[in-house]
């Protein structure tokens, strides 16, 4: 359809998108064609590129590409807050569809809760319930302490939002990584020992990971002593944090009695 006007807020058109919203200016009539070339193919893989794009500046660069998104460079980003629910979202697909194929093999889950008690039980559905909000709480809690630790930028507590943002989905696809890796042990079964040693590489990765992130956001900023204690005393928060926020939702589970607790956080 041409028209000299925007179809959607009636501005008068100067180039190829309105300069009031953003609209092409060449709003063609809707067919069967048009509607599968354009409207469904363009619009899958317009947001599988921006999803790829961002999973990889996540991966390989994750501060950098903060600064840059921070800076202005933001469209070709994925929403990086909604690609963190998708891939929750998958990590938990993939490590509930591993647990039935296990019960399918008439196998034991790793977390068993069996013998578990009322209390651990309780805490446990809690936590799996509020799995997302609790791995969001890393945002926040890593943004206020970054503000803290790394201000010679003089970015504000929003923009290191978003660098914790992006350095939290990368440790979550390395997470997924890691749970696919362990389908595996469905066709050769893994040892005990192998699975323990293979989860405590996967935790020193992301630890190693979130450093990395961060020194590619402030390291040019720091001399390499300056920057290792800013990194382990924003550690030590990250840890009292999320060490305080577990102590009271254990309280309040167990009316502050605290005995024996077993917990799985995933």
């Not at 840059?68 to 938990?92: E, S, W």
């Not at 945002?139 to 350095?167: D, Q, T, Y």
């Not at 900023?221 to 926020?245: H, P, Q």
Request: with cysteine.
């Amino acid at each position: 359809m041409e028209s000299k006007y925007c179809l959607n807020c009636k501005k008068e058109l100067t180039g190829k998108y309105c300069s009031g919203c953003g609209q092409k200016a060449d709003t063609h009539r809707i067919t069967f064609n048009n509607f599968i070339s354009h409207d469904v193919l363009h619009g899958i893989f317009h947001i599988e590129k921006g999803m790829l794009f961002t999973a990889k500046q996540a991966l390989i660069r994750p501060g950098t590409a903060s600064l840059d998104y921070i800076a202005g460079k933001r469209k070709p980003y994925y929403n990086v807050f909604l690609f963190i629910l998708l891939t929750i979202g998958l990590m938990l697909f993939l490590k509930h569809f591993y647990n039935d194929l296990l019960i399918n093999q008439g196998r034991p889950l790793s977390n068993d809760s069996i013998n578990l008690n009322q209390a651990s039980k309780t805490i446990n559905n809690i936590l799996s319930q509020k799995t997302k909000i609790i791995i969001f709480l890393f945002v926040p809690f890593a943004a206020l302490n970054s503000f803290i630790l790394f201000n010679r930028k003089k970015l504000n507590l929003s923009e290191h939002f978003i660098i914790a943002g992006m350095i939290l989905l990368g440790a979550l696809i390395l997470y997924t990584i890691g749970n696919i890796f362990f389908y595996l042990d469905l066709i050769i079964e893994f040892t005990n020992t192998f699975t323990n040693r293979v989860g405590i590489l996967l935790t020193f990765l992301i630890f190693l990971y979130i450093g990395y992130g961060y020194y590619n956001a402030f390291g040019s900023d720091y001399s390499t002593l300056g920057f290792s204690y800013r990194t382990l005393f924003f550690f030590m928060l990250i840890f009292i944090e999320m060490s305080i926020m577990l102590f009271i939702t254990i309280g309040m589970v167990t009316n502050w009695e605290f005995g024996e607790i077993t917990i799985s956080l995933f």
